[in-house]
T-cell receptor, first 117, second 111 residues
Framework: GAVVSQHPSWVICKSGTSVKIECRSL??????MFWYRQFPKQSLMLMAT?????????EQGVEKDKFLINHASLTLSTLTVTSAHPEDSSFYIC?????????????FGPGTRLLVL | TQLLEQSPQFLSIQEGENLTVYCNSS?????LQWYRQEPGEGPVLLVT?????EVKKLKRLTFQFGDARKDSSLHITAAQPGDTGLYLC???????????FGKGTRLHILP
């Protein structure tokens, strides 16, 4: 399977600041990566699809100006939460599709826990 | 959107017991995955099933894909505290579709 890393693993910030989360594909060149958000006791919610060299595709209800995604290389996608507020506190997880059946299996990073005070 | 319904939502059983969790949909999936997620970590892939009727075993875990590729089950034999976690099923209708996730089954194995 693919190996995905995220940095930082957790972050605490003040309301109004911006936070950048990095997602790296360590053993696979990923043209597409995915960003999810997970609130406590809930399942994963897809936020956006990150496309290398082009604009990200956002899910309905996700503000593209608030959650900036950059996928400048085949191994790195970043999610920037701009002007973070307490309601943005969540567990953010990235993933990539990889493997023999590349379109059907996703491998996830370890997640980044964001707490906005 | 192809919905995946997981049941039960919560399950707490004693160590050594057997259990089955289910993932059902009215839609057909080209493949279906099961993940386990522990608190504070990302989901870890357990298995991918692609053929209707397929059965895969991973030590004490047995996964089955329904004949019609609309449902799947996960059976755990002699559950252990290390099996505790959130079990998620996920699937896509076609290879190019986005993968949809069920809401998960939260499993707690009591020592």
């Amino acid at each position: 399977g693919a190996v995905v890393s995220q940095h930082p693993s957790w972050v605490i910030c003040k309301s109004g600041t911006s936070v950048k989360i990095e997602c790296r594909s360590l053993d696979f060149q990923a043209t597409t990566m995915f960003w999810y958000r997970q609130f406590p006791k809930q399942s994963l919610m897809l936020m956006a699809t990150s496309n290398e060299g082009s604009k990200a595709t956002y899910e309905q209800g996700v503000e593209k100006d608030k959650f900036l995604i950059n996928h400048a290389s085949l191994t790195l996608s970043t999610l920037t939460v701009t002007s973070a507020h307490p309601e943005d506190s969540s567990f953010y997880i990235c993933s990539e599709r990889a493997g023999v059946m590349a379109q059907e299996t996703q491998y996830f990073g370890p997640g980044t826990r964001l707490l906005v005070l | 959107t192809q919905l995946l319904e997981q049941s039960p939502q919560f399950l707490s059983i004693q160590e050594g017991e057997n259990l089955t969790v289910y993932c059902n949909s009215s839609s057909v999936f080209s493949s279906l995955q099961w993940y386990r997620q522990e608190p504070g970590e990302g989901p870890v892939l357990l298995v991918t099933v692609v053929t209707g009727g397929e059965v895969k075993k991973l030590k004490r875990l047995t996964f089955q894909f329904g004949d019609a590729r609309k449902d799947s089950s996960l059976h755990i034999t002699a559950a252990q505290p290390g099996d505790t976690g959130l079990y998620l099923c996920a699937g896509a209708g076609n290879r190019d579709d986005k993968i949809n996730f069920g809401k998960g089954t939260r499993l707690h194995i009591l020592p």
